[in-house]
């Protein structure tokens, strides 16, 4: 199975900051991978796919990078609203993986 | 648009079998595959396994021996048996699908408890 090691576990950040999170895979995925926020007690909505694009409706301040085995997840210009836990997800393999996800939090 | 909705028991008995079901609409079952993916209580998701759109299903191996997905194309439905639930079954179960490989569709979950 593909390992998905996502960092950090958990960031506390301010309204209006930069927010990188990484997601790492255990072998290369070639960028089949998706990143899903989950707001508490919803379901994972999806933000990104094929590792850089955004899903329709989704707002321009997130966005994807990476390749090989290697992602990250950038919010720019932290908003309230975007208070969640933030999951990668790798669909190069089956079974399909997630990563721990990453708990951001308002400071 | 597309919606899944998942239904289930709630609260199933140590040992016994899980049976849910995923009702959807918006697409048919014939053209986008359907996942279950599960999530204990304030933890991470595990992906269980898909009906491919053509019929087949493909199973998680930590999962294959107790879990079973069929489903009705006449009633836009997706079925979940998995048997000898044990305590740490206890998870919201999610159906979940797409026109791609990433899930683009989520339905609300189901919360399942394992307990006497």
């Known amino acids: 199975d593909i390992r998905m090691t996502q960092s950090p576990a958990s960031l506390s950040a301010s309204l209006g900051e930069t927010v990188n999170i990484e997601c790492l895979a255990s072998?290369?995925?070639?960028?089949?991978l998706a990143w899903y926020q989950q707001k508490p007690g919803k379901s994972p909505q999806l933000l990104i796919y094929n590792a850089n694009s955004l899903q329709n409706g989704v707002p321009s301040r997130f966005s994807g990078s990476g390749s090989g085995t290697q992602y990250s997840l950038k919010i720019n210009s932290l908003q309230s609203e975007d208070v969640a836990t933030y999951f990668c997800?790798?669909?190069?393999?089956?079974?399909?993986?997630f990563g721990g996800g990453t708990k951001l939090e308002l400071k | 648009q597309v919606q899944l909705m998942e239904s289930g028991p709630g609260l199933v008995q140590p040992s016994e079998t899980l049976s849910l079901t995923c009702t959807v609409s918006?697409?048919?079952?014939?053209?986008?595959?359907v996942h279950w993916v599960r999530q204990p209580p304030g933890k991470g998701l595990e992906w269980m396994g898909v009906?491919?759109?053509?019929?087949?299903?493909d199973y998680n191996s930590a999962l294959k021996s107790r879990l079973s997905i069929s489903r009705d194309t006449s009633k836009n439905q997706v079925f979940l048996k998995m048997n000898s639930l044990q305590s740490e079954d206890t998870t919201t179960y999610y159906c979940?699908?797409?026109?791609?490989?990433?899930?683009?569709?989520w339905g609300q979950g189901t919360l399942v408890t394992v307990s006497s």
């Open positions: 918006g697409f048919s079952l014939t053209s986008y595959n």
């Open positions: 997800q790798q669909y190069n393999n089956y079974p399909r993986t």
């Open positions: 979940a699908t797409g026109p791609y490989n990433w899930f683009a569709y």
């Open positions: 009906m491919w759109s053509g019929g087949s299903t």
């Open positions: 072998e290369d995925i070639y960028s089949d």
